[in-house]
């Protein structure tokens, strides 16, 4: 009997070969390898840019509370009731110094916080760089006079972490903005600036400080990041004088 009828064809059995394979391989170990070159990357630009907001958030914040105490130096609520000749304001003048007796990475300033009532010693207050972090003395285990490790210790508050490391803090101080009102027009009374007219004894003049701060930072983890801020402090209370002797000539003390 012919039983060719039976003979069906068998199918083939395909596959890849061992090249296909190599190369399927090596192609997902490329495409591996870039997707993880390219998390790496991100991951890296992340931590960094965590980094440089931190250093950034700590430095700016103390330059902010820096600037606005100093724009409130000289405050003294009965500055009208007083006559500055024989009754001066007692949170007049700014002090620069260092607590190193070099330099100039402290500054002291005072003004009134109880609205006229006797003047306190809480309110002498400073600045100033001690190994490495900004410290804020608010004087009141005593007044603040000296930038020495002796000053207000008790009160002393720390306005930047451990995480920072502060490389520099320099307080300077400008010659300050100064109106003669006696004369008529009112004139410019600061000789480093132009248009300075010398005054005349017993003219009053109305000085207005100034503040120059630089602070500089790194993070105690990576001292790659690294920042300087710079910022110009004009004090919203000005000085009233009674000129005693005569103003010297354009160009003295600049």
């Avoid at 100064?178 to 004369?183: A, E, F, I, R």
């Avoid at 110009?232 to 209370?237: G, P, S």
Wanted: hydrophobic residues 35%.
């Amino acid at each position: 009997m012919d039983r060719s009828c039976n003979h069906f064809p068998h199918p083939r059995q395909t596959g890849f070969t061992l090249v296909e394979l190599m190369i399927s391989l090596t192609l997902g170990l490329v495409l591996l390898a870039g997707i993880y070159q390219v998390f790496s990357i991100t991951l890296t630009g992340y931590t960094q840019a965590i980094k440089v907001a931190q250093l950034n958030h700590e430095l700016r914040s103390a330059m902010y509370v820096m600037g606005n105490e100093l724009r409130r130096s000289g405050r003294w609520e009965d500055a009208l009731n007083f006559d500055p000749t024989t009754n001066p304001n007692p949170y007049v003048g700014l002090t620069v110094g260092s607590i190193s007796g070099s330099g100039n990475d402290c500054i002291l300033y005072a003004y009134d916080t109880n609205d006229g009532m006797a003047v306190s010693t809480w309110e002498f207050l400073g600045f100033r760089l001690n190994a490495g972090r900004i410290e804020w003395s608010k004087g009141t285990s005593g007044p603040t006079t000296d930038c020495t490790a002796s000053w207000g210790t008790v009160s002393d508050i720390a306005m930047t972490s451990s995480k920072v490391s502060v490389t520099n803090l320099s307080f300077t101080l400008p010659p300050a903005e100064c109106t003669n009102l006696s004369t008529v027009p009112r004139s410019n009374c600061n000789p480093c600036d132009t248009g300075y007219v010398p005054w005349s004894v017993g003219d009053t003049l109305v000085k207005v400080p100034r503040v120059d701060i630089a602070l500089s930072g790194q993070l105690t983890s990576d001292s790659a990041i690294q920042m300087t801020l710079n910022q110009t402090v004009r004090v919203r209370n000005p000085v009233i004088e009674i000129a005693t002797t005569a103003g010297p000539p354009a160009g003295t003390g600049c």
